[in-house]
């Protein structure tokens, strides 16, 4: 149990905001847990004889316990993000990360487009990737819509235009490869560039 709650852990999506000491498969008694079943079973005795400074001095300890699992999560955290950027320039820092695929994209998408003036729309069935997506291609005129269609319809077009297509996604190109086919809407376009997981399009 103990080395469990000691464990190191990699960043993810919700290091930020959730206490995830010992949240690991079959382990269920977190450091979170055990401190909730005790403010249970020593708050309500605790409070009945010695009142709310009971109370109080029992929370500043649960979180003082919490903040020491967490101070050292932080510290091996920093160690490990030392060690994977450390010496590289911030410009590369991105190819190494959990981004890489988003970051290799975006830089490949860039080299076809315009300086300026294009707009993009990025098209994805999966919210979080259309949303990193349309992240690393800023500040470009970027459309991406979350929760709803993927493409907006063609008359929202004009030639021109470019079109991410980001798997996955429920766009598809037609076996003639000059138009893409979505919700019962055929674009005319261009193949621009091909990437892994990636197509580029231009709007004819």
Do not use: C
Not at 27 to 36: E, F, I, K
Not at 104 to 121: E, H, I
Not at 156 to 185: H, K
């Amino acid at each position: 149990m103990w080395r469990a709650w000691l464990a190191p852990q990699p960043w993810n999506q919700g290091s930020i905001n959730v206490h995830g000491a010992g949240a690991q498969p079959g382990q269920h008694l977190t450091p979170v847990v055990l401190l909730g079943v005790l403010t249970l079973l020593l708050g309500l005795p605790g409070y009945w004889r010695w009142g709310s400074r009971f109370l109080l001095a029992w929370m500043l300890v649960a979180w003082l316990l919490l903040d020491l699992v967490w101070q050292r999560q932080l510290l091996w955290r920093g160690q490990d993000t030392r060690e994977q950027f450390a010496g590289l320039p911030a410009a590369d820092r991105p190819a190494q990360g959990d981004d890489s695929f988003f970051w290799a994209v975006s830089q490949k998408a860039k080299a076809q487009l315009p300086a300026a003036g294009a707009r993009v729309f990025v098209a994805s069935a999966n919210d979080f990737i259309g949303m990193r997506m349309a992240y690393y291609l800023y500040p470009l005129n970027v459309y991406w819509r979350r929760g709803g269609p993927e493409l907006p319809g063609p008359s929202q077009f004009r030639t021109g235009d470019y079109i991410l297509l980001v798997e996955p996604t429920a766009v598809r190109p037609l076996s003639s490869g000059g138009r893409l086919r979505y919700a019962g809407e055929t674009w005319l376009v261009r193949p621009v560039a091909r990437m892994a997981d990636a197509s580029l399009y231009q709007v004819r």
